[in-house]
């Protein structure tokens, strides 16, 4: 999906267990977001980020905390799972912002039991 | 709360018509519009981004925006059972994408 990874594909944890999703990209682009997708919701943002340790909080963003150490990776942490985490994660990439549109990663199915 | 809104379907067009979607957006101040399709299970996938009033063809896909009427639209020339898919229709509100909930199109083989 150019450039972009998402890791792991699947996982199945328990309720109050620490969670951390990871986006990796090759396209050496400034911009990355973490969204969730739910039926009868549709693609919700969860945080974003415009640069190397620079993040901000997307529509959904109670229980996540987020980090960017490198431009390629982008990290997505549940500090303590619930079952309405339950989701699809996935995780996009835009060289600008305001402007292009996202370049998604191929998804985190993520359930908590 | 700025919003994205689309008909949820399921749209059933049959196999060579024009498949006909729509969208309507809250935030007048809006100027980049997306459409994506996402088939089940996969990402979604960028189509058509559209800045202008008008039309704007891409091959059997055309996207047409109406900023008066904040109305985007997105045409299917010629439906394919492989155009059977999720659309979600975009549009960037404060320099970040904001989705609708998408519409199912089913092409009748």
């Known amino acids: 999906d150019a450039g972009i990874t998402q890791s792991p594909r699947h996982k199945v944890t328990e309720t109050g267990t620490p969670v951390t999703l990871r986006c990796h990209q090759t396209?050496?682009?400034?911009?990355m977001y973490w969204y969730r997708q739910d039926p009868g919701h549709g693609l919700r943002l969860i945080h974003y980020s415009y640069g190397v340790k620079d993040t901000d909080k997307g529509e959904v963003s109670d229980g996540y905390s987020v980090s960017r150490s490198k431009t390629e990776d982008f990290l997505l942490t549940l500090e303590s799972a619930t079952s309405s985490q339950t989701s699809v994660y996935f995780c996009a990439i835009s060289e600008q912002q305001g402007v292009a549109g996202y370049t998604f990663g191929s998804g985190t199915r993520l359930t908590v039991v | 709360q700025k919003e994205v809104e689309q008909n949820s379907g399921p749209l059933s067009v049959p196999e060579g018509a024009i498949a006909s979607l729509n969208c309507t957006y809250s935030?007048?101040?809006?100027?980049?519009f997306f459409w994506y399709r996402q088939y089940s299970g996969k990402s979604p996938e960028l189509i058509m981004f559209?800045?202008?009033?008008g039309d704007k063809e891409d091959g059997r896909f055309t996207a047409q925006l109406n900023k008066a009427s904040q109305y985007v639209s997105l045409l299917i020339r010629d439906s394919q059972p492989s155009d059977s898919a999720t659309y979600l229709c975009a549009v960037i509100v404060d320099d970040k994408i904001i989705f609708g909930k998408g519409t199912r199109l089913h092409i009748l083989p």
């Open positions: 396209e050496n682009h400034r911009y």
């Open positions: 559209i800045y202008s009033n």
């Open positions: 935030d007048r101040g809006s100027q980049s």
